[in-house]
């Protein structure tokens, strides 16, 4: 079997990580309703907010966090209050608190892929606590190198199979975003599987795309060893 370099996804690929942020959006939808707004126009508010703090300020709890305190107090207007304000910022404190719960699967099967290939964690997030989240995993032995990124997106992969030389008819990435791990994979000429995750966040869904590269598509983390 040749040795190949997969790169590999974190959130919602190793770890489930957007049904904690998917709950908590429910509950703020709802503690909205008295303010007489539908629940899909404080998601589009939400979201779109949330597009102008990633640019502004990166990925992350805390910007997440800041999204909902401005959404709320978009919302809101003169009838916001401060308790409202400091229930998010608790909110914040206990998703940055939440262990990491890793997919069924997962530990064994990189336990075999270690043994037969290089495998580099590449995850997008704020770099602080995306570390934390691998260390309270306990699954970073498994990994030649963990590459924290402020955005995947064909020119971060070119960095990356620069960096660590990827042959990259020999290079794979592994994930469950259509819009940061599968399309910009395939366009900087490497291969990817996508692992669809029920939870994927909104703003990472966009249609799969064509490369040079190939596209495996598998339901389970755990099937990679079918094909690795």
């Known amino acids: 079997m040749a040795r190949h370099t997969l790169l590999i996804d974190a959130d919602d690929t190793l770890w489930e990580n957007n049904i904690f942020f998917e709950k908590t959006i429910d509950n703020f939808i709802a503690s ?85 290939h290089r495998l580099i964690l590449l995850s997008k997030g704020e770099a602080a606590e995306q570390a934390a989240k691998v260390e309270r995993s306990g699954l970073q032995s498994y990994f030649d190198a963990i590459e924290i990124v402020l ?3 064909p020119e971060t992969y070119g960095r990356v199979i620069d960096s660590f030389k990827i042959v990259k008819s020999h290079g794979w990435m592994i994930g469950n975003s259509p819009r940061s791990d599968i399309n910009p994979a395939l366009q900087s000429g490497l291969n990817a599987v996508f692992i669809p995750h029920p939870s994927t966040w909104q703003l990472e869904h966009a249609e799969l795309e064509s490369g040079t590269g190939k596209l495996l598509i598998v339901s389970a983390f755990r099937e990679l060893r079918a094909h690795f």
């Not at 629940?39 to 502004?56: F, P």
């Open 151 to 153: 955005e995947k997106d």
């Open 32 to 116: 909205l309703e008295h303010l007489g707004y539908t629940r899909e126009y404080v998601r589009h508010i939400l979201n779109e907010t949330e597009r102008r703090n990633i640019r502004q300020h990166g990925y992350g709890v805390r910007s997440f966090g800041r999204s909902l305190e401005e959404t709320y107090l978009k919302l809101a207007g003169n009838s916001a209050q401060r308790d409202v304000v400091k229930g998010i910022e608790q909110i914040v404190r206990e998703l940055e608190n939440t262990p990491p719960h890793i997919l069924d699967g997962v530990p064994e099967t990189l336990a075999y892929l270690a043994k037969h």
